[in-house]
C-alpha cells in the first residue's frame, strides 16, 4: 500500500534544474534512504512532498489519516519552556483528551440519565484512547527517549532558549519521536549526534514500525536502518531495493551499461550520417539517403553520461609557527555560564587533535577562546609565536543574499573573478552554484564555499568545527585527505570518528572537563 505518491514533479531554481519529471513511492513499513551529492535536490524534495515548496509541475499525494513529522532544524522552540515541557508537548493531543474526559466527569454531577448514558460512553471512548496511547506512561517515556539522545545528561529542566544549536536539534529530534507519526523525514539526523546517540537512534530506526525516508551521508549510518535507495542525479530519481552498498554494485553496472549504450548509439549516429552525407545527392540512391535520414530524426537519443563532480581540497600552509601552538593553565571557559574544570592543556607543532563528547559542553566555546574571539572566564592562556590561524565556524548566516562569488571575492578583493570561479570549481561547485545566492545552496554547498575561503589562506593551524555536517561521501573523503596532508597543526571538533581516528594523533573528550552536572 502506498502512503505517498508523488508523479511527474519537476522544480527548479532560475535556469537551474533541480528536479526534472520524478516520480516516487514510499510504501508503508518502507525505510527509504535518499542519496546524492551536496545540491542535487534532497531537501528541495522533502520540502516538496511536506508542501513548504510548491512544484513547478506535477503532483504529491498522501493517503488519508496519514501524520508527517519532519525533522527541519528552522523549527523554532518555544521560550521560556523547559526540555521536559516541550517533550510532553508531543503528547498535547492526549492532554486535551483528559481535559474533556474530567469535564464530562464534572458534568454528571448534573446529568439527567440520557446525559449520564452519552457522558460515560463519551469517557469511555477517551479512557479508552488513553490506554491504548501509553498516556499513563508518557513521563517514562519522555525520559527513555531524551536519555537515549544524550538530553538527560543535560536536564530536563533546563530551558530551551540556554540550549546550543546541537542540543535544540536534539530537543526537535526527541519530541518527534515521541510524537510518533505515521511518516518519518529526517533530513541529516545524525548531525550533532556523538557515537552512543547515533547507536540509540540507529536501534530506534531499526525496529520502526512505520514508513520513513532519511536523507545522510553517514554511510555505516544508512546502511544499518533502511531498506530501499532513492538515488537523485542530474534532476532525476531512481529507486534501487536494498542498503547503500547494494546500491553502489547497482549503480555502478547501470552506469557501465549507459556508457555503452551510448558509445554504440553514437557509433550508430555517424555510420546513419556518413551513409547520408556520401549519397543523398546522388540519384540512384537518394531514396535509401532519406530513409537513413528518417531513421536519424525518429531515434530518441541517450544522454550523454556526466562524470560527477568531485572537489579538490588543499590547505594552503604558511610558514611553521614556534614549537607550541598554545598552553593553558588553569582555564575555564564559558559565557554566562563557567563550562569546564579549570584545563591544563596544550597543543605543539604538528599535533591533530580531536575534539569530541556531548553538545553543550563546549566544544565550540573553546575553539573561540583559542582564537581570541571569546575571553576566557578564567586563568591564563598563552598562545605561541608566529601563528596564522584558520577557522571553519559551525554556524552559518542565515540569509546570505550573496552570490557564493561574491562571498568568496569580497574576503579576498586580489584575486580576479576567474581565480574566484577556479578555487570554487576545484571544490566541486558548478557554475550554477558559483553564481546562486547563499541562502538557495544546500547546507553541503555551502560548507564547500566556506572550505573554499579556508583554503585560500595561508594557515599552520586550523581550528575546524563540524566541518563534515552536510559533506557528502566524496566531499568528507577529500576533505580528510586534505587534513592529512596538511603539515601543520590541527584542532578538529567531530562526531564522527570514522572521519578522524586514522587522522588525529589524540583525542580529548570534554565529557572528563565538563563542569554542568
Known amino acids: ?100 474526559m474530567q469535564s464530562a466527569y464534572e458534568k454528571m454531577a448534573d446529568a439527567d440519565g440520557n446525559e449520564m448514558s452519552r457522558l460515560l460512553e463519551s469517557v469511555g471512548d477517551i479512557q479508552d484512547i488513553l490506554d491504548q496511547s501509553g498516556f499513563y506512561v508518557i513521563d517514562a517515556r519522555v525520559e527513555e527517549v531524551a536519555n537515549g539522545l544524550g538530553l538527560g545528561s543535560i536536564g530536563l529542566e533546563r530551558e530551551v532558549q540556554d540550549l546550543s544549536g546541537g542540543q535544540r536539534t536534539k530537543v526537535l529530534l526527541a519530541k518527534l519521536l515521541l510524537e510518533n507519526p505515521t511518516i518519518l523525514l529526517l533530513d ?56 547503500y552498498n547494494k546500491f553502489m554494485e547497482l549503480h555502478e553496472i547501470n552506469k557501465a551499461k549507459h556508457h555503452q549504450a551510448y558509445e554504440k548509439q553514437q557509433q550508430e549516429i555517424a555510420r546513419l550520417e556518413d551513409f547520408v552525407a556520401k549519397n543523398k545527392a546522388r540519384f540512384s540512391t537518394t531514396g535509401r539517403a532519406k530513409s537513413r535520414q528518417k531513421q536519424l530524426d525518429k531515434m530518441e537519443l541517450i544522454d550523454k553520461p556526466r562524470e560527477k563532480v568531485k572537489p579538490t581540497f588543499k590547505f594552503k600552509e604558511a610558514r611553521s609557527p614556534g614549537r607550541i601552538i598554545f598552553k593553558a593553565a588553569g ?41 581570541g574571539l571569546l575571553p576566557p572566564v578564567d586563568g591564563n592562556l598563552e598562545m605561541g609565536d608566529y601563528l596564522y590561524p584558520g577557522y571553519f565556524e559551525q554556524e552559518v548566516q542565515p540569509r546570505n543574499s550573496k552570490s557564493a562569488l561574491q562571498e568568496v571575492w569580497d574576503e579576498y578583493p586580489g584575486l580576479t573573478q576567474p581565480e574566484v570561479r577556479a578555487a570554487l570549481a576545484r571544490c566541486g561547485l558548478k557554475n550554477e552554484h558559483i553564481t546562486s545566492q547563499m541562502q538557495v545552496l544546500s547546507g553541503g554547498e555551502q560548507a564547500k564555499v566556506r572550505l573554499c575561503k579556508l583554503m585560500l589562506k595561508e594557515t599552520n593551524w586550523l581550528a575546524l568545527d563540524e566541518p563534515t555536517n ?3 561521501v566524496d566531499a568528507k573523503e577529500e576533505l580528510k585527505k586534505a587534513i592529512r596532508e596538511f603539515k601543520g597543526t590541527v584542532i578538529l571538533v567531530c562526531h564522527d570518528p570514522e572521519f578522524y581516528l586514522d587522522v588525529v594523533t589524540e583525542v580529548w573528550n570534554v565529557e572528563e572537563w565538563s563542569n554542568l552536572g
Request: hydrophobic share 40%; glycine share 8%; net charge negative.
Open 188 to 243: 541529516e539526523p545524525t548531525n550533532f549526534l556523538d557515537e552512543e546517540h547515533v547507536s540509540w537512534l540507529t536501534k530506534y530506526l531499526q525496529n520502526y514500525e512505520n514508513a520513513f525516508i532519511l536523507v545522510s551521508h553517514d554511510i555505516d549510518f544508512l546502511n544499518k536502518v533502511i531498506n530501499v535507495i532513492y538515488h537523485v542525479e542530474q534532476a532525476r530519481l531512481t529507486r534501487y531495493v536494498g542498503d
Open 331 to 371: 582555564l575555564q571557559i564559558g559565557y554566562d555560564k563557567v563550562l569546564t574544570k579549570p584545563l591544563d592543556i596544550q597543543l605543539e607543532r604538528g599535533q591533530k587533535v580531536a575534539i569530541k563528547g556531548c553538545n553543550g559542553l563546549g566544544k565550540s566555546t573553546l575553539l573561540k577562546t583559542l582564537l
Open 470 to 472: 552536510h559533506l557528502d
Open 1 to 100: 500500500m502506498s502512503v505517498l505518491t508523488v508523479e511527474n514533479v519537476s522544480h527548479g531554481f532560475g535556469d537551474r534544474a533541480i528536479l526534472d519529471d520524478v516520480s516516487f513511492r514510499l510504501l508503508k513499513g518502507e525505510h527509504v534512504g535518499l542519496i546524492g551529492a551536496n545540491g542535487e535536490g534532497k531537501s528541495s524534495f522533502l520540502n516538496i512532498i511536506t508542501g513548504e515548496l510548491p512544484p513547478d509541475a506535477g503532483k504529491v499525494e498522501w493517503s488519508n489519516r496519514v501524520t508527517v513529522g519532519y525533522l527541519d532544524q528552522h523549527t523554532k522552540l518555544i521560550a521560556g519552556k523547559t526540555i521536559r515541557d516541550t517533550l510532553r508537548g508531543a503528547f498535547t493531543r492526549l492532554f486535551d483528551l483528559e481535559k474533556e
